[in-house]
Structure formats: structure tokens, C-alpha cells
């Protein structure tokens, strides 16, 4: 029995030399007990650790057979370790909850950023390449046309190639010029009211080896050779089927001015697919009159004669007609002209053709590669 228990029982007590007194005082017993030879101190019991030493903050417990006292080191059993560092909590949310804290995806620093979710640190994760930092140039950014698109959300991208369908027409307020087919047209589009207007209606047909003329012709351009000679080469074959009405050569002409004398040659190569149809010619022009004289050389006798063109001052000569020698388109024949003129008006010389004598299926034609030479002399 230890000390401190016997001296909280103040009752009778036999002692060891068999004397039985009743109620002793505290402190007699005490120290009766004391001067026996009993345990002072925990460590001199038989039943508990004969040392405090490797033992420092463990605490005592009942042992597994209950028959003694041990040291052992505290386990838990719930508590709050700081050795742990509060991973022994049953629920991190419901504790996060009841200290007053909200989801990490919500949570900010001191400047006021916010901290990412493991989700948003998986897709930072993926991404490769070099942080440059915040960026105010697209400069070697590269991406689909889909993607630039999605990721502008204040417009669209236009990229080179892309054709541009206008939905505002409130921004489309515009005047201007432009050339459409062989007609150059003034642009005026105002609101939604748009009109184009053309400015001109030229002849001819526009090419890569055309020139729109002042008289609003589209025409070939002429050569020019070291003696001044203008040249026209003519770059199709034309016909005139059933008509002895005569029409314009669409190469062979060019423009005089009034008061212009001009040296002019001619090498026409024509055919015709019947004898009788034949192949008739002349010179006009398109206002006032011409006059001149020259020569013709061709298979026709007669056609060597003096050329008068206009001696009394006709707008156009009268008709020269060629004689077809074999009825075959095929079957060329030459012709050349050579002619000085003045003319009265500023105007286009035009070489003319027709069938001498009209008839279904006859056919005179003058062909590609006909030239027409001239110069102003004066």
C-alpha cells in the first residue's frame, strides 16, 4: 500500500508489532508507515518501468495483462498531431467548410489572383512551347482559320484569299470607276441605294493587244517603222455571206484629221467561193469627204487603172469589184492598193468589202494577215 493511500484512511489500523490503536493521528500513522521501509517514489514499485530514461513525453498506461504499469507513446486515438499536419481529419471539405474557407477554385492571393484547380493545372500542363508573356502582337502565333475565329469574339479575321460578303450596307458608302466587260462605268453606291452608270459604250473587243481609241474603238496598235509608215496587220478572217452590201474592214482602218494628206498601201489577200459572187471593195470614211487617186494591181486588167476616189467629193468612191478565178475559199488570191488621200473632217479611213453580186451561200472573204501601211505627209 502506498503512503499517500494509507494517510487518507483514518481508521484503525493494525500496525506490524501487533499493537491495535484506535484512531491514531494522520502523521503518526504517516510516519509509522514511513519508518517501516516502504516505496517513496514511482519508480521503486515492483510492478511499473524501473526508469524514466528513453521515455521523454510518454505516458503511463495498464498493460495488456493488467497486472502492471508502462510507458508507451501516444497514438492518437483522434486527436489533432501537429506532426500530421491535419492529414488525420475524417472529411478535408466538411473541415475546409466549418474553418470558414472556400473551394481552392475560388480562392485568391494577396494581389487578388486567383489559385488554379487540378483540372486547370492538368491543361496548363499540356501546353508546350516558350511563355513570352503578355502578348499585343499575333507575330508567330500560328493556329488554324477556325481557331483564330473562335478566339476572336469582337469581329472576324480576314485572311488573304478569303472573299468578303458586306452584311452593312451603311458602310459601304463609295464612289469610283471601274471597267466592266469593255465599258468603263462610274461607281456611285450610297446607303442601300447602289448604281452604276455607264460612261462609255466602246467597239471592238478589249484584248491584250488592244487600245481603247479616242474614238472609242478598240483597235491594234499600229507599228511603226524607221520611214514613218503606221502598220496594221489584221488578225482574223472576215466574211460577208449573201450581202453586196459593203462593210467595215474590223482591222483595216485608222484615223485622219481634217486637212491630213496621206500616203496609204495596202496587200490584201481575199478569196470567194463562187465565180459569179466575185469580191468587191472601196475606201470611206466616217465623216466628210475623201479625194485622191492611186493604183490597184490585181487579177483583173481593168483594175490597173487610175484609182479616183473622189473627184467630186463623195463621202465614199464607188465600189471596184475583183473577179473570182476558181469558186474555193480556199483559193487566195492578191491584191495590192496603193493610194494618196486628204481628207475634209476628222474622221476613221476604213477599208470596206462585200459580194460583188449577192446569192444565198456565196461567201467573200478578206483574210488574216492583210496589212494596211500609212503616213501623214505633211
Keep these: ?25 494522520e502523521d503518526a500513522v504517516f510516519n509509522a508507515l514511513a519508518s517501516i521501509g516502504g516505496a517513496t517514489t514511482f519508480l521503486s514499485l515492483t510492478d511499473t518501468p524501473p526508469t524514466y530514461t ?3 513525453l510518454k505516458v503511463v498506461r495498464v498493460n495488456a495483462g493488467e497486472t502492471a504499469l508502462e510507458f508507451v507513446t501516444l497514438a492518437g486515438g483522434g486527436d489533432m498531431l501537429s506532426t500530421n499536419n491535419l492529414s488525420d481529419v475524417a472529411s478535408v471539405s466538411t473541415a475546409r467548410t466549418n474553418l470558414g474557407l472556400d473551394t ?12 488554379m484547380s487540378d483540372a486547370q493545372e492538368t491543361k496548363l500542363d499540356a501546353i508546350t512551347g516558350t511563355n513570352t508573356g503578355d502578348q499585343t502582337s499575333i507575330v508567330g502565333i500560328t493556329g488554324t482559320k477556325a481557331q483564330f475565329d473562335t478566339a476572336v469574339t469582337d469581329g472576324n479575321i480576314l485572311f488573304v484569299g478569303d472573299v468578303t460578303q458586306y452584311t452593312d450596307e451603311n458602310a459601304q458608302d463609295a464612289v469610283g470607276g471601274m471597267v466592266a466587260n469593255s465599258t468603263f462605268v462610274n461607281l456611285a453606291y450610297v446607303d442601300a441605294t447602289p448604281s452604276l452608270t455607264p460612261s462609255l459604250s466602246a467597239t471592238g473587243t478589249p484584248s491584250a493587244t488592244t487600245f481603247l481609241r479616242g474614238d472609242n474603238t478598240w483597235a491594234t496598235p499600229a507599228s511603226v517603222d524607221p520611214a514613218g509608215w503606221s502598220v496594221i496587220v489584221k488578225t482574223a478572217n472576215q466574211d460577208v455571206t449573201n450581202s453586196a452590201t459593203l462593210v467595215n474592214d474590223t482591222d483595216l482602218q485608222f484615223s485622219v484629221v481634217a486637212g491630213g494628206h496621206y500616203m496609204i498601201e495596202l496587200d490584201i489577200c481575199w478569196s470567194g467561193n463562187n465565180v459569179t459572187g466575185g469580191y468587191s471593195y472601196v475606201f470611206g470614211v466616217s465623216a466628210g469627204t475623201i479625194k485622191g487617186g492611186g493604183v490597184v494591181y490585181t487579177n483583173s486588167a481593168a483594175s490597173t487603172l487610175l484609182m479616183n476616189l473622189s473627184a467630186g467629193g ?8 475583183s473577179a473570182v478565178l476558181n469558186a474555193d475559199i480556199d483559193y487566195l488570191m492578191t491584191m495590192k492598193i496603193c493610194v494618196n488621200v486628204i481628207a475634209s473632217a476628222n474622221a476613221t ?9 449577192a446569192a444565198a451561200g456565196r461567201t467573200s472573204r478578206t483574210w488574216k494577215g492583210s496589212i494596211l501601211r500609212y503616213k501623214r505627209i505633211d
Design 54 to 56: 528513453g521515455q521523454t
Design 349 to 357: 479611213f476604213k477599208y470596206q468589202f462585200a459580194n460583188a453580186a
Design 1 to 25: 500500500m502506498a503512503i499517500n493511500s494509507y494517510k487518507h484512511n483514518p481508521v484503525s489500523q493494525t500496525i506490524t508489532d501487533g499493537v491495535k490503536n484506535s484512531c491514531p493521528s
Design 314 to 321: 463623195a463621202a465614199a468612191p464607188s465600189a471596184r469589184t
Design 104 to 115: 481552392t477554385a475560388n480562392q485568391t492571393d494577396s494581389t487578388n489572383k486567383r489559385f
